[in-house]
């Protein structure tokens, strides 16, 4: 499968990004889909994560500011980025899982993932 990230850029403190990732040429139905982000130096680190049955997860830092979803129709995932801070500049990527899932893994865990975008940058300055 592709999975090609769009919809990152620069913000102001405060201000709301989107970011986008449509899946193409999958012959299987991922069981789960989530958006991770790295810094320079930096483990890539879980953002949020949702399951084919709809329930999400996400990371600590940005629970109450930050929202997942999908519209199976179109292939795509969302992240809706709400009060952006400083600390949210990061090259975001999607992730999809393996045909095989590793559920040993956590969900926001990066070595669960098989299948990665090619990032997008997001800055975000005070």
């Known amino acids: 499968g592709q999975l090609v990230e769009s919809g990152g850029g620069s913000a102001q403190s405060g201000e709301s990004l989107r970011l986008s990732c449509v899946a193409s040429r999958y012959t299987y139905r991922p069981y789960c889909m989530g958006w991770f982000r790295q810094t320079p130096g930096n483990e890539r680190e879980g953002v949020a994560v949702i399951v084919v049955d709809g329930s999400t997860s996400y990371a600590d830092s940005v629970k109450g500011r930050f929202t997942i979803s999908q519209d199976s129709a179109k292939n795509t995932l969302y992240l809706q980025m709400n009060n952006l801070k400083p600390e949210d500049t990061a090259i975001y990527y999607c992730?999809?899982?393996?045909?095989?899932?590793?559920?040993?893994?956590?969900?926001?865990?990066?070595?669960?993932?098989?299948?990665w975008g090619q990032g997008t940058q997001v800055t975000v300055s005070s």
């Open positions: 992730a999809a899982d393996s045909r095989f899932p590793r559920s040993w893994l956590p969900l926001l865990s990066s070595s669960r993932y098989d299948n």
